[in-house]
């Protein structure tokens, strides 16, 4: 299949706040030349299914390749005397592509289980070099992958599994924790895993069914590690996972709950 889409030049509400501290003010801008993104996406997929007994099972693989034509790209000023530095949204020259492959399984070997996953290999790069001399896109992992699993012993008791696995990744940093904070350093991120579980059990009550549930989520605690503090931390130095290990429950009240 093919597929052509547009990207407008814009400013994100984010970029106007979360890279601001006492060491840097950043103001973002657009260049005045600049013109909208455009991309041309590729993908190729085969699928098998098959039903044996009760059991029923599924792949997918997909490969997909997305040409991206005058692609967004930031330009960083030097900061002055104020730590105040300038981002320019530019269009890269020499244009970028984004290709991979995605395999997909699913699985149900019975009635009351399920089992689906799924995993990404892709490459992110500019034509040419950019930002520390480095061609990657930045926080784009080149691997990454999920799971999910479900399985009800009983007709209202529900087990369920989920994971999220996210690759290495480029992660930009300017902060105190380097010798030279103005010129900022290229980072690599560890792997992350994130698994969680959750039990829930539905109880009858006139006509209505009320669900008990708790479950945890990041069991692995697999969450960064070296956030920066300080007033002059790097508040744009965030990766991986959105929260560390939490347990959670709760009570949900409807006429029809899965």
Same mark, same amino acid.
């Given at each position: ?56 099972? $599924? ?9 991206? %034509?005058?692609?967004?790209?930031? &330009? !960083? +000023? =030097? ?34 289980? $399920? ?9 992110? %790069?500019?034509?040419?070099?950019? &930002? !520390? +001399? =480095? ?124």
């Amino acid at each position: 299949s093919y597929a052509k889409g547009y990207r407008a030049p814009q400013i994100f509400d984010e970029d106007l706040h979360v890279e601001t501290s006492m060491a840097r003010r950043v103001i973002h801008q657009n260049d005045p030349d600049l013109i909208q993104e455009t991309s041309h996406s590729l993908m190729a997929s085969a699928a098998y299914n098959h039903t044996f007994g009760d059991a029923v099972a $599924s792949v997918l693989v997909e490969g997909f390749y997305t040409i991206l %034509q005058n692609p967004f790209a930031n &330009e !960083f +000023g =030097e900061p002055d005397v104020d730590g105040e530095v300038i981002y320019t949204r530019v269009n890269a020259e020499g244009g970028a592509g984004v290709k991979g492959v995605n395999l997909e399984l699913t699985f149900a070997p019975k009635q009351n289980l $399920s089992f689906n996953a799924g995993f990404t290999a892709q490459k992110s %790069q500019y034509e040419d070099v950019h &930002e !520390f +001399g =480095e061609k990657n896109f930045f926080r784009t992992p080149e691997n990454y992958g999920f799971f999910a699993a479900q399985v009800k012993p009983l007709k209202k008791l529900a087990l369920s599994a989920t994971g999220t696995y996210t690759g290495k990744m480029l992660v930009p940093y300017w902060g105190p924790a380097i010798d030279n904070p103005e010129e900022g350093e290229l980072r690599t991120s560890k792997q992350f895993f994130d698994l969680g579980v959750k039990i829930s059990y539905d109880i009858r009550i006139n006509g209505a069914t009320m669900q008990l549930f708790v479950g945890a989520k990041n069991i692995f605690n697999s969450y960064q590690s070296d956030f920066d503090i300080g007033a002059e931390r790097d508040p744009g130095y965030m990766y991986g996972p959105n929260q560390p290990r939490a347990i959670y429950f709760g009570i949900r009240i409807g006429n029809h709950l899965k």
